[in-house]
């Protein structure tokens, strides 16, 4: 198992990966910033499970709603910038696992819980933020940043010597 | 080259591949960003459409409209005036500056109305010329002072409701409309709704569907809220404040609670729905009993009712008809709606459009097939006992059959408020007549506020027929 060499199309498709979940992150946050008057206050009050109390009093204090729906916003179109040009794409992934690991336990779709926010799907423990978060976990462990991204670069300007990836 | 590590990042110079290679996300950045901008444009056009319309069109019959009053209610209106073609906005007046007036000022920009601002409303009658009505959503108390100067000054006003908060200050304003001549509209937007006009005159006139009514009901429910707060940067300077009636921002934000400010829910709510009642059975009220209190909150920011039972009784030509209202701030459950009930059918209604069915007796009543074939009721949908009910052996013998139910065949998505605004404008254009006229909504008024009267007196309050009029 050690010397497992990724071959060409396979790197592909893992930066394409990569550059997918960027997109999808980038609109979200773009598409929110466009809309001018977005917030989480609905998306937070609709909190169930334990962190539910924690969720909505976070809605409810305007000063610290105003953070979250800014940093969220930003953290989004950073997160889908850094995946989409694979610029500080560990961190990216890392802020993008975080973001995705609290949407989920803010609703998470476990057995009993009920919410008036429609799904377009059914889901029981793992719904599409698993996935996207599973797939950031992958892209935190692969260098794809190596083979294709501004990372690549950023490690030849300062001269560091990078881990050899892929062995 | 089809085995490959991504090892080119070995403290090398940068060769063309790295390059290459390290700005690959560079292309599909551009793909985003065409995709973006391609959908923000189409957005944009949707909303200019929208706008060009609607409000920012000029032309020789625009109508020059001003705000009076920019919270949350005067917002609600604004956004279904924007939808609306033919208004030209001039001025907005709100005491507060800082907030709610900078907020208007700003999405009305937006849509290309540039307006001047006010703090006093004297201000602006002084200095704006060529204004043609007034739309007012300030505090109760404040609405007779700014109706009557509005009138004075030659607007036609769309005034929210509770018309005021004294009927000495709702007669003012009746008086003044009659003086000036000049048209007085009240913001109770379900004389002006789709559903409630085909309900009343089709279903319950036309067809008499309900038969003889004997009661009616209706009910406001809303869960337990927080008081309303405010952004401790913008708050109003406490000599302003005082200024304009109110002794603190907790006061100014909340002021529905307060004696000689508000009414307390069962005006701010019950309001519209009292004055359904009297539009659907033709009558004003004959007494009205009430038990209510401060049951929840804390009296000492809540001098008014959280909790209120009103029993009305109506004298109609066909008989006497009881009427219960209730309102309550403590839980949401079940919602708002109002219900007539008569010897051969119920109808039940909502503003809120999920909600809006007849229900045939089917002991009583005869065949609503043709209606339904008309297209005045939707198919009825049988509501039956449930053969699999295991829970109960048998039907009960005092249980009669149920009625079948038929949704209302007439559907409105619009902005609630949008068609009374509409009726106003329409009148002031001369093409309609009012609505909810000032000696309607003063009649309106005179039922609704005797019920804070009968909490106090703790019995059955009786109307004068001269008590209506002005
Ligand atoms: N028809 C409806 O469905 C409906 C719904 C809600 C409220 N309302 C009515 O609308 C009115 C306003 O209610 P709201 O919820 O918007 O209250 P609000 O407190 O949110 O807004 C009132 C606004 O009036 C301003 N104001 C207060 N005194 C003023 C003065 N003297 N001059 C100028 N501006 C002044 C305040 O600064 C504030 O911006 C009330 O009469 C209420 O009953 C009607």
């Given at each position: ?25 980038l609109y979200e946050g773009v598409a929110k910033l466009l809309k001018g008057n977005w917030s989480a206050y609905g998306f937070l009050m609709e909190s169930k499970w334990i ?117 | ?139 109760d108390f404040w609405h007779a002072e700014h109706t009557v100067a509005c009138l004075q000054a030659g607007l036609h006003v769309y005034c929210e409701k509770e018309m005021s ?306």
């Open positions: 198992m050690k010397n497992i060499q990724l071959s060409r199309i396979q790197w592909i498709s893992l930066v394409a990966l990569r550059m997918i979940i960027g997109w999808h992150f962190f539910a109390d924690l969720f909505r009093w976070m809605a409810g204090q305007p000063a610290l709603l105003e953070v979250v729906n800014a940093a969220n916003i930003w953290g989004l179109i950073l997160i889908g910038l850094g995946l989409m040009l694979g610029a500080f794409t560990r961190l990216a992934a890392a802020g993008g696992i975080l973001l995705i690991a609290l949407y989920y336990l803010c609703n998470p779709p476990f057995v009993g819980l009920f919410y008036s926010i429609p799904a377009e799907g059914n889901y029981i423990f793992i719904n599409k933020n698993i996935v996207e978060l599973a797939a950031l976990v992958v892209l935190l462990l692969i260098p794809t940043q190596q083979m294709a991204g501004v990372d690549r670069i950023l490690a030849k300007l300062l001269k560091k010597s990078p881990r050899n990836p892929a062995s | 080259m089809s085995e490959e590590k991504p090892k080119a990042t070995c403290g090398k110079k940068i060769d063309r591949r790295d390059f290459l290679q390290g700005l690959a996300g560079v292309p599909v950045l551009g793909a985003f960003a065409l995709a973006a901008l391609k959908q923000e444009s189409y957005r944009r056009s949707r909303k200019a459409q929208a706008v060009a319309s609607g409000a920012a069109q000029g032309g020789a019959a625009d109508l020059n409209v001003a705000l009076l009053g920019v919270g949350a209610q005067g917002d609600v209106l604004l956004n279904s005036m924007l939808k609306i073609p033919g208004l030209r906005f001039r001025a907005v007046c709100d005491i507060w500056s800082e907030y709610n007036l900078r907020r208007a000022a700003n999405l009305l920009k937006k849509y290309g109305h540039e307006v001047n601002s006010y703090e006093d409303y004297r201000d602006m009658l002084d200095k704006e010329t060529g204004l043609d009505a007034v739309i007012i959503a300030t505090p908060n004294t009927l000495e200050g709702a007669r003012r304003m009746v008086q003044a409309a009659r003086a000036t001549g000049k048209l007085l509209q009240i913001g109770h937007q379900r004389r002006s709704n789709p559903r409630y006009i085909f309900t009343h005159d089709v279903l319950l006139r036309e067809l008499n569907l309900l038969g003889r009514m004997v009661t009616a009901g209706g009910q406001w429910n809303r869960s337990a809220a927080p008081d309303l707060g405010w952004p401790k940067k913008y708050e109003i300077p406490a000599g302003r404040l005082r200024q304009y009636g109110f002794n603190s921002m907790h006061q100014f934000t909340n002021w529905r609670w307060y004696k000689n400010l508000g009414g307390g829910p069962i005006v701010d709510l019950g309001s519209h729905q009292i004055d359904v009642f009297s539009w659907f059975l033709g009558v004003n009220p004959k007494s009205v009993m009430a038990s209510g209190g401060t049951d929840y909150y804390d009296p000492a920011t809540h001098e008014w009712y959280d909790t209120v039972l009103a029993i009305y009784e109506y004298e109609t030509p066909r008989g006497t008809v009881r009427a219960h209202y209730k309102t309550q701030t403590t839980n949401g459950s079940l919602g708002y709606y109002e219900q007539f009930m008569g010897d051969q059918g119920t109808l039940v209604l909502s503003e809120s459009s999920q909600i809006g069915a007849v229900y045939r007796e089917k002991t009583r009543a005869g065949s609503w097939d043709e209606w339904v074939r008309k297209g005045y009721l939707g198919e009825p949908k049988i509501i039956e006992t449930r053969a699999d009910d295991t829970a109960r052996d048998s039907l009960d013998v005092r249980e009669t059959i149920s009625p079948d139910e038929h949704k209302i065949a007439l559907s409105f998505f619009d902005p609630y408020h949008k068609p009374h605004l509409e009726n106003f404008f329409n009148a002031v254009r001369g093409h309609a007549t009012l609505n909810c006229p000032a000696q309607t909504g003063y009649e309106s008024a005179v039922a609704v506020l005797k019920v804070n009267e009968a909490v106090e007196a703790k019995r059955t309050l009786y109307f004068t027929p001269e008590e209506f009029h002005v």
